[in-house]
């Protein structure tokens, strides 16, 4: 079991910057991949981020199209805890933030994911 609690979001303007946390507890953080998801009104959620590993270290960080060059993920493996630096932000990135532990697998599906947090409402204002 893996326990996962998102915390960071709020409300920004656009242009604005925000960093999200997620704090993990239970098993070992790096058995999984770890993803950022997002859902906003009406839509499907969508994959924003991954961090995959190798051994001890991260392996590869993927992005969802929409965020490339704005976004960041990082993990510190010591303190279980996973980030989204997330800058240049558009009204279009409101949504509500989920972090996620299971397989990105080729395609980031979140229905690959076996963990999910309750997430963060991110609001952008224009």
């Known amino acids: 079991q893996v326990q996962l609690v998102e915390s960071g979001g709020g409300l920004v303007q656009a242009g604005g910057s925000l960093r999200l946390s997620c704090a993990a507890s239970g098993r070992t953080f790096r058995s999984y991949d770890m993803g950022w998801f997002r859902q906003a009104p009406g839509k499907e959620r969508e994959f924003v981020a991954g961090i995959r590993w190798l051994g001890g270290s991260i392996y590869s960080g993927d992005y969802g199209d929409s965020v490339k060059g704005r976004f960041t993920s990082s993990a510190d493996a010591v303190m279980k805890t996973m980030y989204l630096q997330m800058n240049s932000l558009r009204s279009e990135d409101t949504a509500v933030y989920y972090c996620?532990?299971?397989?990105?697998?080729?395609?980031?599906?979140?229905?690959?994911?076996?963990?999910w947090g309750k997430g963060t409402l991110v609001t952008v204002s224009s």
């Open positions: 996620a532990a299971g397989t990105l697998g080729p395609n980031f599906l979140p229905q690959n994911m076996e963990y």
